[in-house]
């Protein structure tokens, strides 16, 4: 990552409407991934970003 992206941390923090597309492609690609070892809450951030994704469709 460069020095201009957002920490996934400081993302959590906020309502993914804040977030940008960039940082909404990678995170769902990252944890998409990763999927079959995220625990119930980073499934429960992929589906927030998911469905953020699809709204600004």
Known sequence: ??????????????????????ELFYFQHALSQL?????????SILHEINREMHSRD
């Open 35 to 43: 999927l079959q070892y995220v625990n119930p809450e980073g499934l």
């Open 1 to 22: 990552m460069d020095s201009t992206r957002r920490d996934f941390t400081e993302l959590t923090m906020m309502s993914k409407e804040k977030w940008n597309d960039e």
